[in-house]
């Protein structure tokens, strides 16, 4: 059996929605920290009554914050190199490091599906930016907890973390954009 065969064979047998829970820990341990400023804008646009907040989390007046962050090799040079090592080992990932406008947010999910949604009203989304330098450990480590890593075939992850690995220095440059979508419970 070659690595394509035990590759469908894998596929078959994992659902790539469940294996981000076998590294969950790690994900937390490595993931970038969202900026501070995306909670005071949460806190700003929620309103909270602190003193007589239900614990209906979803209730009328809510507010609903989905937030995520989207890292991008800052370096062009590095980020195509990155990119061949990819083509090379593991054809069938797809990098999707390209951050969301704010005229895109609504056409791709999860703000297309959210806007669509009758319950919810006075959308808004907030895109933060920033750049530091991630050691290549917590970055390969990061690489190691995306779903389409972790559906890959065993020898297939060593050799591609391997390449990434050799390619990276100590650190990795990266320009990290968060993205904040906010929407409120409607009052029924």
């Known amino acids: 059996m070659d690595d ?14 469940r294996v981000f829970g076998e590294v969950a820990g790690d994900y937390d341990r ?14 700003s646009y929620s309103q909270p009554d602190i003193g007589g907040r239900r614990a ?10 989905l937030f995520w962050n989207n890292e991008r090799i800052a370096e062009p040079a590095l980020r195509t190199a990155m990119l061949r090592v990819f083509a090379r080992h593991a054809p069938s990932v797809v990098v999707n490091d390209e951050p969301l ?20 009203e006075s959308l808004a989304s907030h895109h933060y930016r920033c750049q530091r330098n991630m050691p290549a450990v917590d970055y390969l480590g990061l690489t190691r907890t995306r779903s389409q890593f972790r559906m890959l075939p065993p ?21 990290i954009h968060t993205t904040l979508l906010l929407a409120r419970r409607r009052q029924r």
Do not use: K, M
């Open 4 to 17: 394509h065969d035990s590759y469908a064979a894998l596929v078959e047998d994992r659902n790539p929605a």
């Open 101 to 120: 406008t704010s005229g895109q947010v609504w056409q791709r999910w999860p703000g297309d599906e959210l806007s669509t949604l009758a319950a919810f």
């Open 56 to 65: 209906d989390a979803l209730g009328d007046g809510a507010t609903l914050a």
């Open 155 to 175: 020898s297939i992850r060593r050799d591609l973390l391997a390449a990434l690995t050799r390619l990276f220095g100590d650190e990795v440059p990266l320009v």
């Open 30 to 43: 490595v993931r970038p920290a969202c900026p501070a400023a995306l909670f005071d804008d949460v806190l």
